[in-house]
């Protein structure tokens, strides 16, 4: 199937969000809900996008540049410790969408592309005010996509802080919950924790898209060999099933090609955020063939000559590292006070930053992930639905009356769950 300019011409009618029409209103990017990404490549099946999460300008070009060339339907994302009120990334919840768009005018991509408010971070109940406040504002800078993620909180908190934002979220938008923190081998959800969340919402005639699980992956460079536990993955998921909800991996780049590929073969994974790596990458930084850094003897990263950023501009970048005292993932902290610097030098060498991106994503989209062709997927959706919205996910099975406050918090006391070793696990 190849889609035709007319069917294109009907997506971009019919397929944007009220926030994109509005923003955006002679545009020719098509921005949707994050509902249709996940749906694109539920039907096609064994196969799970890329959420580049675009912490600079070269990472959201390149990564267009890849799906457009692999003709996968794409998620650009932002997590809100990366982009929110105290971001340390130049890209952030209110211009990611507008750097997206003007990308897409461009470039004319043609592919259609969700705008995700990543690890919406909620810590404890005295945040929920503001994020009443916050969030809606997002959505008015074009979010079409939203994770809650209230996992550090105990399990009926975290449900109950689901309930209570999700009347701040437009029901045509993508959604993504969490249950347990990204730790690493330590809190390991189960299957018991994800379904207590997913019925809770349920009840209540909410029906994620995906859900987060702690399976066993860290956030930023992974030094461990441990990964994604997949069966431990498939497992959840297979409870899951009656709720149709699909799986958010996150911590991707710690995990090896083949990994990937067998949580996109043997897990109902639509969504595989990626981060760090794409940061590394751009910059020219050596990496192995699944995004991770390499490093020297030292616990230094390696830069490779010719590729990313000039070396005169990489040698600036180490010696503020070092002045700040950053090692390996903390460089991520680079991004904001060098945007500027970056954006000023010449354009062949932007431009090779952007392709290193598009060489990695491709091969990810391609060869990884199963993602090729899943745009017309998605687009056949919209025209078949004749609309942005593809309506609720699911339907609702929980009886609401088994799903109160205080049943919810009885509930979640005869749950033996282990959230592991307290710290910031954020991104």
């Not at 190849?2 to 545009?27: C, D, H, Q, Y």
């Not at 897409?104 to 109940?125: M, Q, R």
């Not at 008015?140 to 009926?156: C, N, R, V």
């Not at 997949?230 to 959840?236: G, K, N, Q, R, S």
Request: net charge neutral; hydrophobic share 40%; with cysteine.
């Amino acid at each position: 199937m190849t889609v035709s300019a007319a069917e294109f011409n009907r997506a971009l009618e019919i397929g944007r969000p009220p926030n994109i029409v509005k923003l955006f209103p002679n545009s020719r990017g098509l921005l949707v809900s994050g509902k249709v990404i996940d749906h694109a490549l539920a039907v096609k099946g064994k196969a799970m996008t890329i959420a580049a999460n675009g912490r600079n300008y070269f990472i959201i070009r390149g990564a267009l540049m890849a799906a457009q060339k692999a003709n996968a339907a794409l998620i650009i994302e932002i997590a809100r410790s990366e982009g929110g009120a105290k971001a340390y990334c130049p890209t952030n919840y209110w211009n990611m969408a507008r750097m997206v768009d003007q990308v897409c005018n461009e470039l004319k991509i043609t592919i259609p592309v969700a705008i995700h408010a990543d690890h919406y971070g909620i810590k404890s109940e005295n945040d929920l005010p503001f994020a009443s406040v916050e969030i809606p504002t997002i959505f008015e800078a074009g979010i079409t996509s939203i994770a809650i993620d209230a996992s550090h909180m105990s399990d009926d908190k975290n449900l109950l802080a689901n309930l209570e934002l999700n009347k701040f979220i437009p029901a045509w938008a993508g959604l993504e919950t969490e249950v347990g923190e990204i730790k690493g081998s330590q809190g390991l959800s189960s299957a018991a924790e994800a379904l207590f969340l997913i019925q809770g919402l349920n009840a209540h005639n909410i029906f994620p898209n995906w859900i987060a699980l702690n399976n066993g992956t860290t956030h930023g460079l992974e030094a461990s060999s441990q990964g994604i536990q997949v069966e431990l993955t498939a497992e959840i998921h297979q409870a899951l099933a009656p709720y149709k909800t699909s799986g958010a991996q996150h911590g991707t780049s710690g995990n090896s090609s083949e990994r990937l590929r067998e949580i996109t073969r043997k897990t109902r994974t639509t969504k595989a955020n990626v981060a760090t790596a794409l940061q590394m990458i751009s910059w020219g930084v050596e990496v192995n063939d699944y995004g991770n850094a390499i490093l020297d003897r030292d616990g230094n990263l390696i830069k490779v000559k010719n590729e990313g950023v000039t070396e005169e501009m990489w040698q600036s970048m180490v010696a503020y590292a070092k002045e700040k005292g950053l090692k390996g993932g903390g460089y991520k902290s680079l991004n904001l006070p060098f945007d500027n610097k970056l954006l000023g030098q010449p354009a062949p060498i932007r431009e090779r930053m952007c392709r290193r991106v598009e060489d990695f994503i491709y091969n990810m989209l391609v060869n990884v992930f199963n993602a090729e062709n899943t745009a017309e997927i998605a687009i056949a959706a919209i025209l078949r639905q004749g609309s942005y919205d593809l309506g609720p996910k699911a339907q609702r099975i929980e009886d609401p009356a088994d799903w109160t406050r205080e049943k919810i918090t009885a509930r979640a006391a005869t749950l033996n769950s282990d959230k592991g070793p307290e710290g910031n696990f954020e991104d």
